[in-house]
């Protein structure tokens, strides 16, 4: 395991949603800020990686387990911990503590740097991550398989102005957007997700038409998003009762 | 002029547009919340006045003065004072200053009392606003005449999951955000309002579509926001080229 940094934040009440909770998409974005400000506080953060090497961090999987979300008002810590890289991907876990000192949430992540250019995967540079004090590991770990939907329902969205980050890409976590949004809002006043799995695949880009795909068997729901006739992210979801 | 209240921000990453600059209706948002901490610190919080009277604040006009926005990762500060109140409506200013200290965004904006279930606006209440040391006023502080929009180019939006906020209502940074996302992606990279006039009528529910309807006539843009048939919101927004 690397070195943690974590951050205090308070959950404002524009990030929340019906259910009073924090809106998953946003803590997605704040572990995002959360590493973002890790990196520069070692002296390797996105500017300098990109005038260096003129390349990005991204997000190519999330694993989610949610014991419960942050609530409104609440005091939370968000720790990160670089976890483990190997030649390509760089492993990471976001813990978030409640106000009580509990863990509430573990993310796991990979990132891996891409070339700002090509938009094309490029190898862990040693000396982007020996900031971290990381250890290099050779297996790769391997996320869940998803199978393609059958016989998904689906809605179109548009990729809006403001979806795009200052990078001019779509933000990682509208794509959670895109996946909540397609399902029924009384499943989603009465249930919370325990689990999320969430894989992107390629981009898509402003003026680009994409479909969120779903199918809801019971508690999991599983979801695509499409572009352009490819499949962009996939994801699955485990829910459970919010009474529980 | 009644007490102030100012909160310092970093900008992060997530809240930044195309051009590196905290996205406006974001920047409604925070200072939203900068004067809901003001009310809690004061005692007379939104819980507080949900729970004794029933009532909740929604703001009716915005009336903003840019000289540049927040760029990405400066620190501002956001401060509030109420100015002035009346049997109706209550003024309070939102000025942010820059890293360099200067005054870079002066937001007035008209508050209302409303009472939660009829969804009427209720008179100020005495009790709470003596909690900000703000003069009552007789006069009405009116915004400008919107006319209506002749013909406009309009665009379709669904109300999403996420934009609702705990309340279950559409908050009110989106409907700036579908008056910003009918606009040239091209108008939007070279330019940045000066001024916004923004006057809300009506609140758009969960479950319905709403139009966006916007006339640009070279840097100055009207917009209607209309569902089911009546008009919900009105702005008008002067814009300047970003290399001014």
Redesign the interface.
């Known amino acids: 395991m690397g070195k943690k940094y974590a951050v205090d934040y308070q959950v ?3 990030e ?5 909770n924090v ?1 998953l ?1 946003h803590l997605l ?2 572990a ?2 959360v590493s ?1 400000l890790q990196s520069l506080s070692l002296g390797v953060g ?1 500017d300098y990686i990109f005038k260096t090497h003129h390349l990005v961090w991204i997000i190519t999987e999330y694993d989610i387990e949610i014991e419960r979300l942050p609530k ?1 008002g609440e005091k939370i810590i968000i720790e990160t911990e670089p976890t483990a890289y190997n030649k390509l991907f760089c492993y990471r876990d976001f813990t978030i503590y409640g106000e009580n000192g509990d863990k509430i949430v573990l993310i796991h992540s990979v990132f891996v740097l891409m070339d700002y250019e090509s938009r094309k995967v490029h190898q862990v540079v040693d000396d982007i991550v020996a900031a971290f004090d990381v250890e290099k590991i050779k297996r790769i770990v391997r996320g869940p398989k998803y199978s393609a939907l059958e016989s998904p329902e689906e809605t179109l969205y548009r990729v ?3 979806d ?3 990078n ?1 890409h779509v ?1 990682n ?1 509208k794509y959670l ?1 895109w996946m ?2 397609v ?1 029924d ?1 009384d499943f ?1 006043r009465q249930h919370i997700p325990q689990k999320v799995n969430l894989k992107f695949i390629k981009e898509v880009y ?2 680009n038409d994409i479909l969120s795909r779903v199918e809801r068997d019971g508690l999991t729901s599983r979801h695509e998003i499409t572009s352009a006739g490819t499949v962009r992210a996939q994801a699955k979801i485990e829910w459970k009762s919010k009474a529980d």
Chains 1, 2 share one sequence.
């Open positions: 404002p009440f524009y929340t949603d019906v259910n009073h809106k998409p974005s704040l995002l800020q973002g996105d409104y809006r102005y403001f795009l980050d200052l001019g933000n976590s957007e909540y949004d399902i809002i989603l402003y003026g």
